[in-house]
């Protein structure tokens, strides 16, 4: 008894033991059930490629025969005309081909009428048939002799048609026998398989049953554990957006006040003190806003203002800020930009997260080396690629690029006043438009950052210039 015990207080048990019990008996029931399929297929097939064949065959011999002593008494009885001789032709190229079909298929049995021997009678039969029509008229008694012996050759091809046709008839008999009894075989075997399936399914039924009362116990554990996630998340989010809320007016306050500390032309010492807090404050208010993005993008309600957007135009002016902002950081933008159409974006936004990437690009590149702005539209998509040709982005750090708060190179990070949120922010834009962003880069040789939207099939409004590039928002 204490086994059952063991066995109630543990239904894994079962459950591997049924499960391991059924996939045996499966694997038993397919080798078996193969073998017989096998089997009824060979029998099957015997008997469709060869016994059912030469029945067809010993069929069609013995009409293809009877066509031509049919057109041979035609023109026994009514002379050779030209339309009879042609009936005649074609009767025997009909009886050569029928011989020729019988040759492939071959006869094992070699009791029964040879392919070759049928093949020699039909010769004789024409070689010696077919030049006397021509005597028809000057030679009766030749002609009639011909034939004679014409209609006793077509009655020789005839009878071997009609043993072939009985043998075949015969062997399907036989092979259709062996078919029956073999599906027989195969019906009572996978009937007992099916029964023994039963009673293992039976036992698996009964563990199922415990498990899955163990599962749903798990998975409502899970549940409550995802929903106290789910609150601890958005309790987290609310805090970022009521701190960084929190955080814009005082830094506000202080910016400004610094500020007019500045403008008042306070002493060299106190203005360098001054002048930091003011650009610290800047610093400060900038980390704010992206955390206050971010929070409003993980509360599903990123906020974009959407415009019908020209592509050529927008690139154009795109290209201007992104070369001003790279000369700011000691780089030179080389451009690339071809493209045309229609995106439905949020211009400044996009703006946005193209300039990220450039600023990165400018930033962590080689100092002297170019950064490469490139667009193109193509397949339906608008993607835009900003290039460096800095150290590049180790393999194993490249998935992680994109997380919040993450800094490959933390020191330089912070000396250039990066707090890894840059590429967040940019992906959670490029996200909210239907977008795609990713990255790709080998070290030593640089990084190349690519960005996707999708674009429209709308008509610009008539009278609408392409150069002005945004449309009205809808």
């Not at 339309?83 to 020729?100: C, H, K, M, P, V």
Request: include cysteine; aromatic fraction near 6%; charged fraction near 30%.
């Amino acid at each position: 008894m204490s086994w059952i015990k063991g066995i109630r207080e543990q239904p894994w048990r079962v459950t591997v033991a049924t499960v391991a019990g059924l996939l045996v008996a499966i694997t038993i029931a397919g080798l078996v059930g193969l073998l017989l399929i096998r089997s009824i297929e060979n029998v099957t097939d015997e008997a469709l490629r060869y016994d059912v064949n030469l029945e067809d065959e010993g069929d069609d011999l013995r009409a293809a025969v009877l066509d031509v002593r049919h057109y041979h008494r035609n023109i026994y009885f009514g002379g050779p005309s030209k339309t009879r001789i042609d009936d005649f032709e074609n009767s025997y190229a009909q009886l050569e081909e029928e011989i020729r079909e019988l040759k492939a298929l071959g006869v094992r049995d070699p009791d029964a009428p040879q392919p070759e021997e049928i093949q020699a009678t039909a010769e004789e039969y024409y070689r010696d048939f077919r030049p006397a029509v021509a005597l028809y008229e000057e030679d009766r008694a030749a002609f009639d002799a011909a034939s004679d012996r014409g209609l006793a050759r077509i009655d020789e091809m005839n009878r071997a048609g009609e043993e072939l046709d009985e043998l075949g008839e015969q062997l399907s008999e036989v092979s259709f026998t062996k078919v029956d009894r073999a599906t027989t075989t195969a019906t009572v075997v996978l009937l007992s398989v099916i029964f023994g399936l039963l009673l293992v399914g039976a036992g698996l039924a009964y563990a199922t049953v415990r498990v899955v009362n163990e599962l749903r116990r798990l998975y409502d554990e899970q549940q409550a554990a995802a929903q106290k996630l789910a609150e601890a998340s958005q309790a987290k989010t609310d805090f970022i957006a009521d701190v960084s809320h929190e955080l814009r007016t005082p830094l506000t306050v202080l910016r400004g006040n610094a500020q007019v500390g500045l403008a008042l032309g306070i002493d060299r010492e106190h203005a360098e003190i001054l002048e930091e807090i003011v650009a610290e404050s800047k610093r400060m208010s900038r980390l704010v806003e992206d955390l206050l993005f971010l929070a409003k993008s993980d509360s599903a309600s990123v906020p974009l203002a959407f415009e019908t957007v020209a592509v050529e135009p927008f690139l154009a002016e795109l290209a201007g800020r992104a070369g001003v902002l790279a000369r700011e950081r000691g780089a030179a933008l080389e451009t690339e930009l071809e493209g045309e159409g229609l995106v439905r974006i949020d211009p400044q936004r996009i703006e946005q997260a193209v300039l990220i990437l450039v600023d990165n690009a400018a930033k962590y590149g080689r100092r002297g080396r170019n950064v490469t702005l490139a667009a193109s539209a193509r397949s339906g998509q608008l993607r835009i690629e900003v290039r460096d040709h800095g150290p590049g982005i180790p393999r194993e750090m490249l998935p992680r690029i994109f997380e919040r708060f993450y800094r490959l190179d933390k020191a330089r990070s912070r000396e250039l006043g990066g707090a890894g949120l840059g590429l967040p922010i940019a992906k959670a834009i490029i996200e909210a438009h239907g977008g795609h962003i990713e990255a790709i880069s080998r070290q030593g040789e640089g990084t190349r950052m690519s960005l996707c939207l999708p674009l429209i099939d709308e008509p610009l409004p008539a009278g609408e210039e392409a150069g002005l590039g945004r449309l009205e928002p809808s």
